[in-house]
């Protein structure tokens, strides 16, 4: 892949989760948003694979964690907004 794409997946990531913050920050979504988690999730891809490129291997595993946190937080989410109804 050439380093072009993996700078554009560095800022566009890099984009998302400031954004997400900003808008956190500011009020405008709360936490357990699907947007904000969703810029989180997507945010930590671009940034793990453009620090993986560069071998900045420590910003790389914050970005893989960052990236199983927001996957965890949408499953919640998720969840919480389509229980399962069960019948007995």
Known sequence: MSALYI???GW???AAV???YALISLNRVQGTSRLYQLLN???SIGLAIN?????????TLVNIV?????ALALIR???TANPRTTST
């Open 7 to 9: 700078d554009i997946f």
């Open 66 to 70: 960052w990236l199983f946190i927001a």
């Open 51 to 59: 620090t993986a490129y560069y071998r900045a291997y420590p910003s």
């Open 12 to 14: 566009a990531g890099s």
């Open 41 to 43: 999730l997507l945010g």
């Open 18 to 20: 400031v954004t997400a």
């Open 77 to 79: 989410i998720t969840r």
